[in-house]
C-alpha cells in the first residue's frame, strides 16, 4: 500500500510520456536528424521541472519518501567519465529508438518485442554490477 502511489505517478507519467509522443519511435528518430524541436521541448521542459523541483527540496519544502530532506551529493570532477559514459548511453538510445524508462511504457502499450531489449538491459545492468570493480571510474 505504500507504494501504491509511486506505481499512480508511474503510471501518470507514462501516459504523459504516449500522449506527448516521447516513447514514439518516429520522433526519437526527427530528434537525431535535428528535423523537429519536439523532443527537445520535452527534453528542455523535463530539465527545467529538474531544477525547479530540485530547488524547492534545497528549501526543505519537499521531502523523501520517508520524511527526510533530499540530499543530492556533489558529482565527481571529470570530463572524459562523462564523455565516454554520455556517448554510450547515446549510442544505446539511437540503436534501439528509446531510453530505459520508456522501455516498460513500450511494452505496457503492446509493443511486446521490447521484451528482448529489456532482459538485455537487465543482462547488460547485471554484468555491470560483476565487473564494476575492474573498469576505471
Known amino acids: 500500500m505504500k507504494f501504491l502511489k509511486f506505481l499512480l505517478i508511474g503510471i501518470f507519467f507514462g501516459i504523459v510520456l504516449v500522449k506527448s ?3 514514439s519511435w518516429y520522433r526519437i528518430y526527427e530528434m537525431f536528424r535535428f528535423q ?3 523532443m527537445y521541448g520535452i527534453i528542455g521542459t523535463a530539465i527545467a521541472c529538474g531544477i525547479i523541483f530540485l ?3 534545497k528549501k526543505g519544502i519537499i521531502k523523501s519518501n520517508k520524511g527526510a530532506d533530499i540530499f543530492v551529493p ?3 570532477r571529470g570530463f572524459k567519465k562523462y564523455i565516454i559514459g554520455g556517448t ?3 549510442l544505446g538510445w539511437a540503436l534501439i529508438g528509446a531510453c530505459p524508462g520508456p ?3 513500450l511494452f505496457g502499450t503492446g509493443v511486446y518485442s521490447i ?3 529489456i532482459a538485455a538491459a537487465i543482462l547488460g545492468t547485471f554484468i555491470y554490477g560483476v ?3 575492474k573498469l576505471p571510474h
Do not use: M, P, R, T
Request: aromatic share 12%; charged share 20%; no cysteine.
Open 21 to 23: 509522443e516521447a516513447v
Open 36 to 38: 523537429s524541436f519536439h
Open 55 to 57: 530547488q524547492i527540496s
Open 74 to 76: 556533489k558529482k565527481e
Open 88 to 90: 554510450i548511453f547515446g
Open 103 to 105: 522501455l516498460y511504457i
Open 115 to 117: 521484451i528482448i531489449v
Open 131 to 133: 565487473i564494476k570493480h
